[in-house]
């Protein structure tokens, strides 16, 4: 139906910048609404960055300044620009897509995850 598969996680040092990625297939990808999630050990999954269709965009408090959400429709990508990272910032990141246009579920779907890893 709908498949998100993340890449573009790895280690990278305080300071330093990465760019997560996110392809979707099987799906109208610019009608989805777009998100990055996160998740760092024994915390809960918080909301980092999403888009919406009309690419508007939002940012958590922690993140804005530093990372940039952006999509391209032609490559039905979306994609997360981290710069200045902090050690805080390490996570693994999900990718989500949000379907409201439809009449019956699923209405949001999740990639695997890709782990980011900020080192001191």
């Known amino acids: 139906q709908v498949r998100l598969v993340e890449s573009g996680g790895g280690l990278v040092q305080p300071g330093g910048s990465l760019r997560l990625s996110c392809a979707a297939s099987?799906?109208?990808?610019?009608?989805?609404?777009m998100a990055w999630f996160r998740q760092a050990p024994g915390k809960e999954r918080e909301l980092v960055a999403y888009i919406t269709s009309g690419s508007s965009t939002n940012y958590a408090d922690s993140v804005k300044g530093r990372f940039t959400i952006s999509r391209d429709n032609a490559k039905n990508t979306v994609y997360l620009q981290m710069n200045n990272l902090k050690s805080e910032d390490t996570a693994v990141y999900y990718c989500?897509?949000?379907?409201?246009?439809?009449?019956?579920?699923?209405?949001?779907?999740w990639g695997q995850g890709t782990q980011v890893t900020v080192s001191s």
């Open positions: 099987g799906s109208i990808f610019s009608l989805f609404n």
């Open positions: 989500n897509a949000g379907d409201y246009s439809k009449i019956l579920p699923p209405y949001n779907y």
